[in-house]
């Protein structure tokens, strides 16, 4: 938008004041979101925001019943355990489904559906 920190952490804090948005604290990350979000997904949303996670959901999304191997493969990112790191955050907040594959040997992951079609029914925006 090409405005300073400054300047648009002033106008998120008045639209904030007038009960358009609402904002929260998670780590070092201060998110504001809009007012009609149900604040069940703040936390959903806010990790998504981060670069890592959401490439490992999208990848998720796209290859579902993936393993931490085969995501990490795909993204080229340096060690399986890093995509294991994020798709546990995503089982925490619901947005995966943890599975086992038929040996046994590595835990696999889905999209929870139902949960992802509900954040877009009040984050469309979210999605583009």
Request: aromatic share 14%; hydrophobic share 35%.
């Given at each position: 938008?090409?405005?300073?920190?400054?300047?648009?952490?002033?106008?998120?804090?008045?639209?904030?004041?007038?009960g358009f948005l609402r904002s929260k604290y998670?780590?070092?990350?201060?998110?504001?979101?809009?007012?009609?979000?149900?604040?069940?997904?703040?936390?959903?949303?806010?990790?998504?925001?981060?670069?890592?996670?959401?490439?490992?959901?999208?990848?998720?999304?796209?290859?579902?019943?993936?393993?931490?191997?085969?995501?990490?493969?795909?993204?080229?990112?340096?060690?399986?355990?890093?995509?294991?790191?994020?798709?546990?955050?995503?089982?925490?907040?619901?947005?995966?489904?943890?599975?086992?594959?038929?040996?046994?040997?590595?835990?696999r992951y889905s999209v929870n559906t139902s949960?992802?079609?509900?954040?877009?029914?009040?984050?469309?925006?979210?999605?583009?």
């Amino acid at each position: 938008m090409d405005i300073d920190s400054a300047e648009s952490k002033w106008h998120l804090t008045v639209l904030e004041k007038f009960g358009f948005l609402r904002s929260k604290y998670f780590g070092k990350y201060h998110s504001f979101y809009p007012a009609i979000l149900p604040e069940t997904y703040d936390e959903v949303l806010c990790v998504l925001r981060q670069d890592t996670a959401y490439r490992v959901f999208y990848d998720v999304f796209l290859s579902p019943n993936s393993s931490s191997q085969e995501i990490s493969d795909r993204l080229a990112l340096n060690n399986p355990a890093t995509a294991k790191y994020h798709a546990d955050k995503l089982i925490n907040l619901q947005l995966f489904t943890p599975a086992t594959d038929p040996e046994g040997s590595q835990e696999r992951y889905s999209v929870n559906t139902s949960m992802w079609v509900e954040i877009v029914k009040f984050s469309p925006g979210f999605t583009s």
